[in-house]
């Protein structure tokens, strides 16, 4: 990885986010009370494993229904993460992040800005990459492993 700040890294590849997959566990290992950093290191564990699975050069039958079982593990480990470890966490917006929202309301033109010194937000798992991982054995089928086409 080129940049030692992950949260500053903008227009990553692939390759950025499996060289920070491949340092998480580690780094995020101890960071939250153990019933928190159990459900964090499941979801940490399951993403990689996925991740893996889903580039491996060549898939079978097994490999590809490993790949939905993985699928399957992960999506209920992060809804166990949303709704136990995500609501009792505070999460705050970086500062950066912050400066960027306010300057874009101000942008559009909104009358509401928040002038919060830090702001709060909520995990989002309702994203298009969120809802496409159940779509990836059937890719994997027709256009090959993730290394084929990313």
């Known amino acids: ?26 780094l995020f290992e101890g960071l939250l009370p153990d019933e928190h950093d159990k459900k964090e290191l499941n979801v940490l564990y399951l993403l ?23 699928i399957s593990l992960l999506g209920e480990a992060i809804r166990q993460f949303k709704k136990y470890t995500c609501a009792e966490h505070e999460k705050e917006v970086l500062p950066n ?13 909104g009358a509401t800005i928040v002038r919060k010194a830090v702001m709060q937000y909520s995990f989002n ?19 090959g492993s993730l290394n084929s086409y990313t």
Do not use: W
């Open 1 to 26: 990885m080129h940049n030692e700040n992950i949260s500053e890294m903008k227009q990553m590849t692939a390759s950025d986010y499996e060289d920070i997959l491949q340092c998480a566990l580690s």
């Open 48 to 70: 990689a494993s996925f991740y893996t699975s889903s580039k491996l050069h060549m898939h079978t039958d097994r490999t590809v229904s490993d790949n939905r079982t993985l």
């Open 97 to 109: 992040e912050g400066r960027r929202a306010r300057r874009n309301a101000r942008q559009m033109g």
């Open 125 to 143: 798992m309702n994203t298009s990459k969120m809802h496409s991982l159940g779509d990836y054995p059937y890719h994997i089928i027709n256009f």
